[in-house]
């Protein structure tokens, strides 16, 4: 019974240092979120010389596939640009994500995070808590594609501008 009687103790002991030890640690800092646009991120990977590398490739393929008399892969390339092209759209003019568009330029991302000290890089925050902010890196990560003054101009401009509602992005006519 001696030996129950002392663990009791033992315990009883670590709680009331735990509730008598001094005052809770102050609030942490303030937790740093990167925001972008996604509508400025997709309108300058279109302008990129990165897209046009794709396209051009894509072309390539396509040249060869009907000089091989491939109908089926011409029809295949043909359908992938034409999806490709509604993606760019819904990106540029609505606020669809662009996930796809920064995935190969993780390691920038990664050094544009350390930089500004941010905990995560998102494209919008719906809520934030008392100890966070937000960061709007649309011009950092824009730059990653290496814009043009032009395009720079248009990426800053874009939120000024409401996003179109998918359904008249969807219906706009294709361009070729």
């Not at 966070?132 to 874009?158: A, C, G, H, N, R």
Request: hydrophobic share 40%; net charge negative; glycine share 2%.
């Amino acid at each position: 019974m001696p030996r129950v009687t002392t663990l009791l103790l033992g315990i009883a002991l670590v709680i009331i240092t735990l509730i008598t030890a001094s005052p809770a640690a102050p609030p942490p800092d303030k937790i740093r979120i990167g925001v972008y646009d996604t509508r400025a991120i997709a309108i300058a990977y279109a302008n990129s010389a990165e897209f046009q590398t794709v396209i051009r490739e894509k072309k390539l393929e396509q040249q060869a596939a009907v000089q091989r008399n491939d109908t089926e892969e011409a029809q295949r390339l043909e359908a992938w640009g034409q999806t490709l092209q509604l993606k760019l759209h819904f990106q540029g003019f609505c606020r669809v994500p662009v996930s796809d568009i920064l995935q190969p330029h993780k390691d920038q991302l990664n050094q544009i995070a350390a930089k500004l000290q941010l905990a995560a890089i998102t494209s919008s925050c719906d809520l934030t808590v008392e100890n966070t902010i937000t960061v709007d890196i649309t011009t950092e990560l824009v730059k990653i594609f290496d814009p043009s003054e032009k395009t720079l101009e248009m990426t800053q401009s874009i939120s000024e501008h409401q996003p179109l509602p998918l359904t008249d992005v969807a219906n706009m006519p294709a361009h070729h």
